[in-house]
T-cell receptor, first 115, second 114 residues
């Protein structure tokens, strides 16, 4: 199946700093990628849809100025958590579809801990 | 608002028995349905996808879809301890090839007892 790689897998940062998470589709081109967030014992919540070459579409309640998404190429999307706070600590997961296939493939996830 | 409901469990099943996981969804126009397995601390991995009413079998797994009842289920035959995980039901309004993110249920925690 298609492979989606995410980096870093774990990151610890101080409150007020910014953190960038990368999501790459390794063997297919993804015009659209999705960013999810998952708190402990909760479901995955869609944060935003990342569109190659255009602005991301954010879900209701997600601050676009805090969670910056850049989809500069067909194989790379980045999520930057700006001015991170402890409440931003979560498991962030990206996903993408390979063309012509309805299945969504997930990256390995990035666990963010903000001290 | 799209909603996907699952019993959070835990659902405890003896090894070798059939595990039955259920999911209901609120958006009647939903067309694509998926079951993902998620181990603790890991990202979800796709187990089954189903798009039309009826049963779809893949090895020990069978997905069942009933659009009239807005209900989708996953059966795991000959359950193994390695099947112990959280199973997420996911729904997409689109036909599967679109650019919509999936809506996930909260997941059912399945425990297979040796």
């Amino acid at each position: 199946g298609a492979v989606v790689s995410q980096h870093p897998s774990r990151v610890i940062c101080k409150s007020g700093t910014s953190v960038k998470i990368e999501c790459r589709s390794l063997d297919f081109q993804a015009t659209t990628m999705f960013w999810y967030r998952q708190f402990p014992k909760q479901s995955l919540m869609l944060m935003a849809t990342s569109n190659e070459g255009s602005k991301a579409t954010y879900e209701q309640g997600v601050e676009k100025d805090k969670f910056l998404i850049n989809h500069a190429s067909l194989t790379l999307s980045t999520l930057t958590v700006t001015s991170a706070h402890p409440e931003d600590s979560s498991f962030y997961i990206c996903s993408a579809r390979s063309q012509g296939d309805g299945e969504l493939f997930f990256g390995e996830g990035s666990r963010l801990t903000v001290l | 608002q799209k909603e996907v409901e699952q019993n959070s469990g835990p659902l405890s099943v003896p090894e070798g028995a059939i595990a039955s996981l259920n999911c209901t969804y609120s958006d009647r126009v939903s067309q694509s349905f998926f079951w993902y397995r998620q181990y603790s601390g890991k990202s979800p991995e796709l187990i089954m996808s189903i798009y039309s009413n009826g049963d779809k079998e893949d090895g020990r797994f069978t997905a069942q879809l009933n659009k009239a009842s807005q209900y989708v289920s996953l059966l795991i035959r000959d359950s193994q301890p390695s099947d112990s995980a959280t199973y997420l039901c996911a729904v997409n309004v689109g036909s599967g090839g679109g650019a919509d993110g999936l809506t996930f249920g909260k997941g059912t925690h399945l425990i297979i007892q040796p």
